[in-house]
């Protein structure tokens, strides 16, 4: 991302100088050979910011910072076609519409910059709820059962079979999903 904003910086500057200068200087042999390279500049620092896998909040900033930086190629390349064809009339009625392109690049760059963290609330645990605690009690109830009916085949009494197979049949009862 550093890299992005040094090399964005530079060429942002560059076409802000070229852009407030007077409608003459806009035919300028090094302004006509400067503006397909800058406008370059401008379309790899749009692919760059779309290659970026950016956090989750600040998702709809990286977009438009690529919608800016698209917007301002093309204005560049417009104001750079009528310059180009000689028309310094026609190229200085674009600098206002380009001017306005470099400036939302700016004001994208500064909403990425300065986007707002995202707060994530995670709900408080609710208390133990009663079908919680019904659940609880018939798992407790199916264990101790299973431990009496075990005892029982296991001392052969039969009494305490019972008792194991009441206890089970009472977990199955307390709780009804």
């Known amino acids: 991302m550093a890299g992005l904003w040094v090399d964005l910086a530079r060429v942002l500057a560059r076409l802000e100088s070229i852009a407030s200068r007077p409608r003459d200087e806009l035919a300028d042999e090094d302004v006509l050979e400067s503006l397909p390279h800058l406008q ?14 950016p956090p989750v ?8 910072l690529a919608a800016a930086l698209e917007d301002a190629r093309d204005a560049t390349a417009e104001v ?22 470099l400036f939302r690049v700016r ?12 707060v994530v609330q995670r709900p408080e645990p609710e208390p133990f709820a009663a079908q919680d605690r019904a659940a609880l009690a018939a798992t407790s109830l199916v264990l101790a059962g299973t431990f009496v009916v075990t005892c029982g085949a296991v001392l052969g009494l039969w009494p305490l079979w019972a008792v194991g197979l009441v206890l089970v049949a009472g977990g199955f009862l307390v709780y009804r999903p």
């Not at 004001?107 to 986007?115: D, N, S, T, Y």
């Open 40 to 53: 370059y500049a401008l379309h790899t620092a749009g692919e760059l910011a779309l290659g970026i896998d």
């Open 57 to 64: 909040d600040t998702e709809w900033a990286h977009l438009e």
């Open 80 to 101: 750079a076609e009528a310059a180009w064809s000689g028309d310094s009339d026609a190229a200085a009625a674009l600098v206002p519409e380009w001017r306005g392109a």
């Open 107 to 118: 004001l994208a760059q500064m909403r990425i910059v300065q986007a707002p963290p995202v």
